[in-house]
T-cell receptor, first 114, second 113 residues
């Protein structure tokens, strides 16, 4: 079946540090890939997405590139801010069906200190 | 445009009691999904409605969980009787047509004591 693996957390960084959060997936075919973020006290928000190989999703300074050859969708940001402190979830949608369920990774908590 | 809303935001109940969670999707969205995150674990799919029909309920843990979407608008998820392991955050999401992008609500935090 489909699965998503995220690096273990939590992660603590200083402001302006470079961020990489690893995500790899297992799926049959070509799923769409997503990063969702949950800020403290809030719900899940879509951060970025990519729907086909080599696509790059980007938003709020975050980027992730769909790498079919390594089945990865790592999240990066060049300079994190305190306001980026949140839980980040990598997810994929079943490629065999439109509007199908999402499969999530375990999530990773990022804390950015001033 | 209003986003996905969920009610209540928090619920604390005792084992054996009944709780009903409500989700209002984005207006016009025909797809409605329920997910759950148990403490520290993955967000897991529960079920998917297309309008008022259950498209996929493969993630429902057992028959203590009952989901409905009468009229194809809002949805309710009832847990009866609640058990300790039902504690977690229940998320609702909606999407339009064949779109793969789902929009999530803020979640309901359920604690069963």
């Amino acid at each position: 079946g489909n699965s998503v693996t995220q690096m273990e957390g939590p992660v603590t960084l200083s402001e302006e540090a470079f961020l990489t959060i690893n995500c790899t997936y297992t799926a049959t075919g070509y799923p769409s890939l997503f990063w969702y973020v949950q800020y403290p006290g809030e719900g899940l928000q879509l951060l970025l997405k990519a729907t086909k190989a080599d696509d790059k999703g980007s938003n709020k300074g975050f980027e992730a590139t769909y790498r079919k050859e390594t089945t990865s969708f790592h999240l990066e940001k060049g300079s994190v801010q305190v306001s980026d402190s949140a839980v980040y979830f990598c997810a994929l949608s079943d490629p065999r069906r439109a509007n199908s369920k999402l499969t999530f990774g375990k999530g990773i908590t990022l804390s950015v200190r001033p | 445009e209003a986003g996905v809303t969920q009610f209540p935001s928090h619920s604390v109940i005792e084992k054996g009691q009944t709780v009903t969670l409500r989700c209002d999707p984005i207006s016009g969205h025909d797809n409605l999904y329920w997910y759950r995150r148990v403490m520290g674990k993955e967000i897991k799919f529960l079920l998917h409605f297309v309008k008022e029909s259950k498209q996929d309920e493969s993630g429902m843990p057992n028959n203590r969980f009952l989901a409905e979407r009468t009229g194809g608008t809002y949805s309710t998820l009832k847990v009866q009787p609640a058990e300790l392991e039902d504690s977690g955050v229940y998320f609702c999401a909606s999407s339009l047509g064949d779109s793969k992008t789902q929009y999530f609500g803020p979640g309901t935090r359920l604690l069963v004591l």
